[in-house]
């Protein structure tokens, strides 16, 4: 079969009973999960799922999937084989840094986080006393704490992230832990300073690698 065909066999799969017509960051993480076509790249490396959402709004098409798919085609060539992966994910997150670089690139990087949070969560809620603050469920954080790859780096599971997050919204009196009707509830204003936080401690890394005025010369 077709490879192009067999994804686009296993979207129409991933989107059965679905209205929409686009794929969040869970209907990815299934899609690696489920393991039926296999990709040049994992789509949910941070670095690579940037390059993948290009229009930054958490919805991923199935030709910004094609369109992956023939960037990695196109780069392989540069490539051997037994570093194509790895070299792959670190051109995407190249491109995510060339893009994010400038001075308003925490903003950015936040409010795409925020994106993947709420296209993640099935229903959204707002708490009055909270005014305007919208809230996502733990499908949302479910998704972000595979994204991030939370256990593997801070040894968190899901529950323990969650928690976290949730003792962060108390401190800043947008949450009541005692308020059982919001066990499942995060605001999206700590999964957005989590974002801010996770950019700028990356920053010098990034810096480091490949400093500004060599952002240029990257293909």
Same mark, same amino acid.
């Given at each position: 079969m077709d490879r192009n065909q067999a994804l686009l066999d296993e979207v129409a799969w991933l989107l059965r009973g679905h209205a929409r017509k686009h794929l969040t960051l869970p209907d990815l993480l299934t899609l690696v999960r489920r393991g039926? &076509?296999?990709? !040049?790249?994992? !789509?949910?490396?941070?670095?690579?799922?940037?390059?993948?959402?290009? #229009?930054? /709004?958490? *919805? &991923? /098409?199935?030709?910004? %999937?094609? @369109?992956? &798919?023939? %960037?990695?085609? /196109? *780069?392989?060539? $540069?490539?051997?084989?037994?570093?194509?992966?790895? =070299?792959?994910?670190?051109?995407? /997150?190249? =491109?995510?840094?060339? @893009?994010l670089s400038g001075p308003d690139? &925490? =903003?950015?990087?936040? @409010?795409?986080?925020?994106?993947?949070? %709420?296209?993640? #969560? !099935?229903?959204?809620?707002?708490? #009055?006393? $909270?005014?305007?603050?919208?809230?996502v469920g733990r499908d949302a954080v479910a998704a972000l704490h595979a994204l991030l790859r939370v256990q593997q780096t801070q040894s968190l599971d899901l529950q323990a992230f969650l928690d976290l997050l949730q003792r962060c919204a108390e401190e800043r009196r947008l949450m009541e832990l005692s308020d059982e009707a919001q066990d499942d509830w995060v605001p999206l204003d700590t999964i957005r300073e989590l974002a801010q936080a996770l950019f700028r401690s990356s920053c010098k890394l990034l810096q480091d690698i490949c400093p500004a005025g060599e952002l240029r010369a990257v293909p």
């Open positions: 039926n &076509v296999v990709l !040049p790249v994992d !789509p949910t490396h941070l670095g690579c799922l940037w390059v993948l959402d290009r #229009s930054h /709004t958490g *919805r &991923v /098409t199935i030709n910004d %999937l094609l @369109a992956l &798919v023939e %960037l990695c085609r /196109t *780069r392989a060539r $540069h490539y051997q084989s037994f570093e194509l992966e790895a =070299q792959l994910q670190g051109y995407c /997150t190249l =491109q995510m840094w060339r @893009a690139g &925490v =903003q950015q990087f936040a @409010a795409w986080i925020c994106a993947l949070a %709420l296209e993640s #969560s !099935p229903e959204r809620r707002a708490f #009055s006393r $909270h005014g305007r603050q919208q809230y």
